[in-house]
């Protein structure tokens, strides 16, 4: 890279990895290979982008990306993503930065906690100041979120008033599991704005949701709505 950092297959990062311009590791052919990123942190520059793309895609371990200031995180595979014991915390906080996160792959995304972990598996957006906009896109063939994973927008107290706006998208074509004790939520904290829409959408297959109470928008901790989900063909059970 232009700062002078390192991307290696064959020597892999074993330090937290942060750089000063965007970051985007791809294969680009027709037939893509891995990407494995174990036990390593990825630091977000404020409002910068952080991209892979490849093939089947894995962070395990205990790997994290981080970004405190804004920007966008994408993971975009054509076979299959898998997010085990990992996190992607993205938050903004000033007027002209937004934290938006997207994972997309042509097969099967999976994500997935550790019962026995205080630390779950968590994908969190958040904005709080004067930060407008947090969203968190998950888009798959089939997505499964299981062993107490946590999927979660959040907003808290601004200063100039503005509400704040975001989404939580989960978009299949075939089949949507959120098992085991999984949470899929948006919050707020702040007084001028609604907890971020969620929405679930299964285009030809069935939703399946199995253990807590999932679909909540929490407003000053004391109210929830419940959100959009449907399924075009199949259906929605427990």
């Known amino acids: 890279f232009s700062d002078g950092k390192e991307f290696s297959v064959g020597n892999p990062l074993s330090t937290d990895y ?19 990123i ?5 630091v ?11 093939g089947d895609i894995l962070f395990a371990g205990d790997a994290v990306i981080k ?27 000033g007027s002209q930065s937004a934290s938006n996160i997207s994972l997309d792959a042509s097969n099967t995304l999976s994500i997935k906690g ?14 709080s100041g004067d ?37 939580l998208n989960l978009t299949a074509t075939d089949d949507i599991h959120i098992l085991s004790g999984s949470e899929v939520k948006t919050l707020t904290q702040d007084i001028n704005s609604t907890a971020a829409n969620i929405s679930i959408t299964s285009k030809a297959g069935t939703i399946k949701i199995s253990g807590q109470e999932l679909f909540k928008h929490f407003i000053f901790g004391n109210q929830y709505h419940t959100s959009s989900i449907s399924s075009s063909q199949g259906g929605v059970g427990q």
């Open 44 to 54: 977000v520059n404020d409002g910068q982008l952080f991209a892979i793309s490849g």
């Open 18 to 36: 942060s750089g000063s311009n965007p970051l985007n590791v791809a294969f680009n052919n027709d037939n893509p290979g891995p990407i494995s």
């Open 131 to 167: 930060s407008k906009s947090a969203n968190i896109n998950l888009n798959a063939g089939n997505i499964t979120i299981s062993d107490i994973a946590d999927i979660s927008i959040n907003f808290s107290t601004n200063s100039d008033g503005e509400p704040k706006k975001g989404a």
């Open 114 to 127: 550790d019962s026995s972990k205080p630390n779950r598996t968590a994908i969190t957006a958040s904005a």
């Open 67 to 93: 970004g405190e200031k804004g920007g966008e995180i994408q993971l975009i595979s054509t076979n299959n993503i898998l997010l085990d014991n990992s996190k992607i915390i993205l938050s903004s906080s």
């Open 38 to 42: 174990n036990s390593t942190k990825f």
